[in-house]
């Protein structure tokens, strides 16, 4: 009896002190993920879908383990909450053992820079997504018999956001979950995996000529800003160069490479550390920075603020703020070869006061770094998700629209020879300006509702006669608000036609929506644009009509034997390689619907 109450009275003890889940969700999460009006954050009947190792992984990892600052008992207290089951204790990553490993072949390795190939983000130095018939392989007549051949699933992973890029019939993608792979783009097999940072690789790779003893380099940049350089035949790194030291910063966009030089964009996650009213908001600054691309040696860095951040006003609860802050560059920067100068749009600014380039695309020269020209489309945009978030605390004073760029500008070159940069913005509004006049704006067309999710999101497609530009629209308590295409004539801005969004039919499946503010890809004939609703969908470039329709939103059977599914399509869009389309289902922030799959489709799946 006293032995049966002593182990009693224990548990009771045990129990007092274990940390209590729901209240350690309530106090350091709801904030963003259980609010109406912050979409960004994934809900946690969503959330729930995943293991708890994942959720664990992303607390002590990624970005919330700088927002949060709680401990391994709370973390592992707020994943079983979450999960609904019981959570083991957190163990560091260690190099992955992946499944579906690639037999061995005697084969030479193959060529990564001859062939069809979509490297980089935008296919291109233009940054077009404009993917042409020969290395397309795919016709418009053939898309209706377009059917799934493999799918992969990202182990452990809550998100699938890397845009595939595929070179010498290799595919290369990063992982929320940290790691880099390598697949064989016909069968899905694995080549092999880089354990890059437990933070996540977000940004497309780059692959280039060999350094180091290497044939071919692969070029990443991760969540804790980054560049790694790696052997792109064997997976092995030949070096690795930090860019910022910001707790924050990252590497959103790919890096472009051109001529020896690694141009790599510079944003950051602390605009949402700012529903922290506690934390000091905000002292990041969005920057470019060139490295040597065969030694990572940083040869000029050239910040979208010079004035360098200091403290400023304090904000209600007596926290020290700081600014001026923001101005990110989220995408991949546009080279203009002809004129050695590269083109990146920035992001609004975090916090007061407001200085230097945020909203604008800047003119950097290759070679400096010195700023040619910028133009401001947008003044007194000083935004942060406090704004949004239930306490408002770290809210700039007079907020703005949050009408930033997240998408790169495209330079095109017409028939006639005339060239024009498309800019666009989250307002709904594609700006068309003039790289021959110094930036000087042409005209500026409104496509379609703008917002803190809405307008323009991760970019349109452009060939050299039309742009195709897609629209978010995310309204949280209308799913089926925005979406819709629409092709616009790049040589006057004439709308050539509009396709809206098709009627939902995932509302019994929250959360649905018609957004599309994934980025759009074009190949002669037809265009290609992913929704919130899990859908992917091609359209006749002439006239918009609808060509085919893919639901990627269900559970998959892949390749590596991880448990997969997909959901939501949104930031990364189309590769298009050799007649074979790539798409990540699964982005499970702003408003998506989590998953963690990489899909790959050809002609009646063969």
């Not at 690639?102 to 490297?119: E, T």
């Not at 495209?410 to 028939?415: A, D, F, G, I, W």
Request: one cysteine or more; aromatic letters at 8%.
């Amino acid at each position: 009896m006293r032995t049966t109450l002593i182990l009693i009275l224990f548990a009771a003890a045990s129990a007092a002190q274990s940390p209590d889940g729901s209240q350690l969700y309530a106090t350091h999460c709801a904030r963003c993920h259980e609010t109406d009006q912050t979409g960004w954050a994934a809900r946690r009947q969503i959330l729930a879908k995943f293991p708890p190792e994942a959720i664990q992984s992303q607390l002590h990892l990624g970005f919330m383990s700088f927002v949060a600052k709680l401990s391994a008992g709370e973390v592992r207290a707020i994943a079983t909450y979450i999960t609904g089951k019981p959570a083991p204790e957190f163990r560091m990553p260690v190099a992955p053992k992946p499944e579906g490993i690639c037999p061995a072949s005697s084969a030479p390795p193959p060529n990564l820079l001859s062939g069809p190939r979509w490297n980089g983000w935008g296919v291109d130095y233009d940054n077009s997504r404009f993917q042409p018939a020969g290395m397309a392989q795919l016709k418009p007549d053939d898309i209706s018999k377009l059917k799934l051949k493999w799918a992969f699933a990202f182990p452990l992973a809550m998100a699938a956001y890397s845009q595939p890029v595929v070179a010498g019939g290799r595919l290369f993608a990063g992982s929320i979950n940290g790691n880099i792979y390598s697949l064989d783009a016909n069968s899905g097999c694995t080549h092999w995996v880089y354990p890059a940072s437990p933070a996540g690789v977000r940004a497309a790779i780059s692959i280039g000529p060999g350094v180091s003893g290497a044939r071919f380099t692969a070029y990443a940049g991760d969540n804790t800003a980054v560049v790694h350089a790696l052997d792109a035949i064997q997976g092995t790194v030949l070096w690795k160069t930090k860019i910022d030291d910001h707790p924050l910063a990252r590497i959103t966009g790919s890096p472009q490479l051109f001529s020896g030089k690694l141009f790599v964009p510079l944003a950051s996650l602390e605009e949402a550390a700012a529903t922290n009213p506690k934390y000091e908001c905000c002292t990041f600054q969005g920057s470019v920075v060139a490295l040597d691309s065969a030694t990572g040696k940083q040869l000029w860095k050239t910040r979208m603020i010079a004035t360098p951040p200091h403290p400023t006003a304090k904000n209600p609860n007596g926290t020290q703020m700081h600014g001026p802050s923001g101005a990110a560059v989220w995408s991949a920067p546009t080279l203009d070869t002809k004129r050695g100068l590269l083109y990146v749009s920035t992001g609004d600014y975090y916090s007061d006061p407001e200085e230097g380039w945020g909203i604008s695309i800047v003119a950097l020269e290759m070679s400096t770094g010195k700023i040619v020209w910028a133009k401001k489309m947008l003044t007194g945009d000083r935004w942060n998700v406090a704004c949004m978030a239930s306490d408002k605390t770290n809210c700039p004073r007079k907020e703005g629209p949050d009408f930033d760029f997240g998408s790169s500008p495209v330079l095109r070159t017409m028939p006639n020879g005339t060239q024009v940069l498309l800019a666009g913005q989250k307002s709904g509004d594609l700006h068309f300006l003039d790289p021959d006049k110094n930036g000087d704006l042409i005209r500026t067309v409104h496509v379609g509702e703008g917002g803190l999710l809405g307008g323009i999101e991760w970019g349109p497609a452009a060939d050299t006669q039309r742009t195709y530009v897609s629209i978010s629209g995310v309204d949280f308590k209308k799913p089926e608000a925005g979406g819709g295409l629409t092709a616009l004539q790049i040589a006057t801005g004439e709308r050539l036609w509009h396709t809206p969004a098709p009627k939902l039919t995932c509302l019994d499946n929250p959360p649905c929506r018609a957004a599309q503010p994934a980025a759009v890809t074009t190949i002669p004939g037809a265009v290609f644009s992913g929704s919130l609703d899990g859908h992917l969908r091609a359209y006749g470039a002439n006239d918009g009509k609808l060509l085919w329709d893919y639901d990627t939103r269900k559970p998959y059977q892949t390749v590596n034997q991880v448990p997969g599914i997909g959901g939501s399509l949104n930031s990364a869009g189309v590769t298009i390689v050799n007649g074979t389309l790539f798409v990540n289902s699964g982005y499970g922030f702003l408003g998506g619907a989590a998953g963690n799959v990489l899909l790959a489709f050809t002609i009646d799946g063969k």
